[in-house]
């Protein structure tokens, strides 16, 4: 008979160097892979389009009252996880500085979905962040060219928009600013022939 497997803790993940990218998933450390430029690209066009001007710019030129962050563990129902942009209202959370992992839910979390980890955002992110309560959910998709929004109603997600890079969308809980899709994607190649 083997021994029972010893159940990695927030202590475990926390002592890893800083720069391996990892979550904490019933017990068990699930190790991140290196981000693609296109993921990259994701997490830097939606910084820029409600980071400035809900965050950033402590809301000149913009409305502000949140903190928008970058790959943060965050501890929900046990697990710990890293999303590629969260988002808290302020007096929600005064100050996430010096947390980690930080426990208070959040109010919106986006993930860049690659295909390597598809199934997890799609499905059990999804199903972590409704059981939490986080009430807004975004998804951006490289490969497809789209951002997907939800929020949650009664426990469950509805949609609240599909968005692909020809649209200007504005969307909950951001509504008070417009987001060019595009704008989270590489250029599109230019047509064979053309100068660069």
Not at 161 to 190: M, Q, S
């Amino acid at each position: 008979m083997e021994p029972a497997k010893k159940l990695a803790t927030v202590d475990d993940l926390l002592a890893l160097p800083g720069e391996v990218r990892a979550e904490l998933w019933d017990g068990e450390l699930t190790f991140l892979p290196p981000p693609t430029p296109e993921h990259g690209r994701g997490q830097v066009g939606m910084a820029g389009a409600i980071g400035g001007p809900f965050d950033l710019r402590h809301g000149r030129g913009g409305p502000g009252g949140w903190w928008i962050l970058t790959e943060v563990d965050v501890a929900l129902l046990g697990q710990v996880v890293r999303p590629d942009l969260v988002g808290w209202r302020r007096e929600r959370l005064p100050s996430p500085w010096g947390q980690r992992p930080v426990e208070v839910v959040p109010d919106w979390i986006c993930e860049v979905v690659s295909p390597s980890n598809a199934s997890t955002d799609r499905v059990s992110k999804r199903r972590l962040y409704a059981r939490a309560g986080v009430a807004h959910y975004w998804l951006v998709d490289p490969a497809a060219r789209t951002l997907e929004a939800l929020a949650l109603a009664g426990g469950a997600w509805t949609e609240v928009g599909a968005f692909d890079d020809d649209d200007v969308a504005r969307v909950p809980p951001f509504e008070a600013v417009e987001i060019e899709v595009t704008l989270l994607f590489p250029p599109r190649d230019p047509p064979a022939g053309a100068q660069r």
